[in-house]
């Protein structure tokens, strides 16, 4: 059954076209990820959706019967309302008089209501249930939100950006809800892995239309793909036919018959008709200041609040070309942990040493609203450009001397959106513009505080490619466990008690290596001293989480698989090396000073191939594992 139709949706800000002539069905049963360019109107299509924003043409129809719950981006509470009541105001709003059919479900009573609100807030890390909302964070409230959208009795739940601020626990979580819930779903979101697991459709937004793929996220890719083939095909067949075409009106051709008035309108048809746009690229080359033989070195850092350890003991030497997630769950200390390798705050105990030739650039979890926040902080009244040029005129890359106007362009902002105020531009365009301000400054420690947030999955998958040449540090705190996969080579998890464990690999592999040792990943710890579930919960968790363990299968990350395809040629590589420095040995061996950096260089070059070989053995008792679940 057709439960909201959308048809000859056309809608348009100021001079900017978000649709043109757009349609768009939804099905009961059907769990649609909406997908595109930030700024492409996925925001605004959810609002007309949900009856918030008007079309400029075109008709929006609901079925009678159908009732919607709505989950904005940025919702707002009441300050003075405690996170409990905001919750169920939501709830009672969708009870009252505006909802006849509502009324007449059999709702719970306020007693299992309210046990409910609060079993789903704490699984969502809210435990202070009488806390003013006022006093609650962006990512806080909007967990708020999320939960007085699912208490909702609901035929149409349309979700943005859900899994925002949710740390791998609270995604696991709501990846379930979602999955075993009837309602029909529309959501945005950029977590690719969420998208493969709860959608059966995606919709990409893409230059004014909607592209249905009736499969998930992975599905999609493959179809788009084919898409955009057939595309170009077409338009390769048009061109053959338009230079042929041509030919024969430059011979002279004249309109004196039908057939031959009927070619010429063929032609200028064909003149005329636009060819298949191509998608714009965020393209950036590698843009980083020297680093020196000293790097970032933390040494038994110790961070608390009040009574609470946020951070015990931790010590690391951050290594060239690292490139290192952190996880756990909301609220462990991770961003704390960021601010104090830039020394933006002070550790309780302990010391980092940042060397002399280090130029940290930091990527915040959100845009700031104070002046002194540097990069964070944007203008709302500032143009595009201006923002950009407040770093440089011009920027040194691979390719030489890029202009500010420029850059903008490869990041997507074309020239008629570069004067523009930056008020104009959407949440996640904000988000793209402070991303390219701070690579601008050419930084060889990159910090990066939940980058996945409002970014669109184009920027994102261009920025893992970014940094998989980038020549420096790249750190990095999220819950995108896609992001981890692609990027990172080395996790360390937020424990029990601010412990912090160091985990070789992505994070397929660090969840891999707790199954191995009959643990769970770290969020999904439950504090004893807010665990509110009851026996019979905790019974299902139990039961629940036995069978995560049993059922799920080993396989390789992104990464794993790239290096274990590799790994070889990678070794023989060393170890050719290794003989070409045994050979320069002989060749230099009156020459003392040659000789010494020959030796240092053989001594690291052998320390390398021992930590590949290390890894090829793990890698190929992998690849057992996984051949054996067959």
């Not at 100021?14 to 099905?27: P, V």
């Not at 306020?110 to 435990?127: H, R, Y």
């Not at 609040?305 to 951070?311: E, P, V």
Request: contains cysteine; glycine residues 6%; charged residues 30%.
């Amino acid at each position: 059954m057709n439960l909201l139709s959308i048809e000859h949706l056309s809608k348009s800000y100021s001079r900017r076209q978000l649709f043109d002539d757009t349609s768009f069905f939804l099905q009961e049963g059907e769990k649609v990820g909406i997908i595109g360019i930030n700024g492409t109107g996925k925001s605004t299509l959810l609002k007309i959706m949900a009856g918030l924003e008007e079309t400029d043409e075109g008709t929006v129809t609901k079925a009678n019967h159908a009732v919607i719950a709505y989950l904005p981006q940025h919702p707002v509470f009441d300050p003075e309302m405690t996170a409990l009541d905001c919750v169920l105001a939501g709830h009672r709003e969708l009870s009252g008089p505006e909802s006849g059919q509502a009324e007449k479900r059999d709702h719970q009573d306020e007693a299992a209501l309210v046990t409910k609100a609060k079993t789903m807030l704490t699984k969502l890390g809210v435990s202070n249930f009488d806390q003013k909302s006022g006093e609650l964070s962006g990512g806080q409230r909007k967990r708020l939100a999320l939960v007085s959208v699912l208490l909702k009795e609901a035929d149409i739940l349309l979700l943005d950006e859900p899994t925002n601020h949710l740390d791998h626990e609270m995604a696991d979580w709501l990846e379930e809800q979602l999955k075993q819930r009837k309602e029909a779903l529309v959501m945005i979101t950029h977590d690719r892995y969420f998208l493969d697991s709860v959608c059966n459709r995606i919709a990409e937004v893409d230059k004014g239309k909607l592209y249905s793929y009736d499969t998930n996220y992975a599905g999609y890719l493959e179809l788009k793909a084919q898409r955009e083939e057939m595309a170009q095909a077409t338009e390769l067949k048009r061109q053959n036919i338009l230079r042929t075409e041509l030919a024969w009106v430059q011979r002279g051709a004249r309109a004196r018959s039908t057939k031959q008035k009927a070619r010429l309108e063929r032609y200028e048809e064909l003149k005329n008709r636009k060819a298949p746009e191509t998608d714009g690229q965020v393209e950036l080359g590698s843009i980083s200041t020297r680093l020196g033989r000293t790097t970032l070195e933390a040494r038994h850092v110790e961070k608390g609040y009040g009574d609470r350890i946020l951070i015990h003991d931790f010590s690391y030497i951050f290594l060239k070309n690292d490139r290192i997630g952190f996880v756990g769950a909301n609220g462990s200390g991770k961003t704390t942990l960021m601010k104090i390798i830039d020394q933006r705050i002070q550790p309780d105990e302990g010391t980092v040493t940042i060397g002399q030739t280090i130029k940290i650039g930091y990527y915040t979890q959100e845009i700031e609203n104070t002046k002194d926040a540097g990069i964070a902080y944007m203008d709302p009244n500032e143009k595009v450009i201006d923002y950009i040029k407040n770093t440089a005129e011009f920027v040194r890359t691979k390719d030489g001397l890029v202009s500010a106007s420029n850059m903008l362009e490869r990041f997507l902002f074309p020239s008629s959106q570069q004067y523009s105020p930056i008020g104009k531009l959407s949440g996640g365009e904000k988000r793209r513009l402070n991303l390219l301000r701070v690579l601008m400054e050419a930084p060889n420690v990159l910090i990066l505080d939940e980058p996945t947030n409002d970014l669109d999955i184009r920027t994102l998958t261009i920025l893992e490619d970014y940094l998989d040449n980038y020549d420096g540090i790249v750190i990095t705190v999220s819950h995108d466990r896609y992001f981890l996969d692609r990027v990172v080579n080395r996790i360390f998890a937020f424990e029990e008690d601010g412990k912090i464990c160091q985990y070789e690999g992505g994070y397929t592999d660090y969840v891999n290596r707790l199954a191995e040792e009959g643990k769970v990943p770290a969020g999904h710890i439950l504090d004893a001293k807010n665990d509110t579930t009851t026996s019979v919960e905790k019974e299902n968790q139990t039961s629940s989480m036995d069978t995560w363990k049993r059922e799920r299968k080993l396989k390789f990350s992104y990464k794993e698989q790239k290096e274990y395809e590799t790994i070889e040629d990678d070794i023989a590589a060393l170890e050719q090396k290794i003989e070409e420095l045994d050979a320069q040995t002989l060749k230099f061996s009156s020459d003392f000073v040659k000789l010494n950096e020959i030796t240092k260089e053989k001594e690291q070059t052998e320390q390398l191939l021992e930590e590949k070989m290390e890894r090829w053995e793990y890698l190929e008792d992998l690849a057992a594992k996984i051949a054996g679940q067959q």
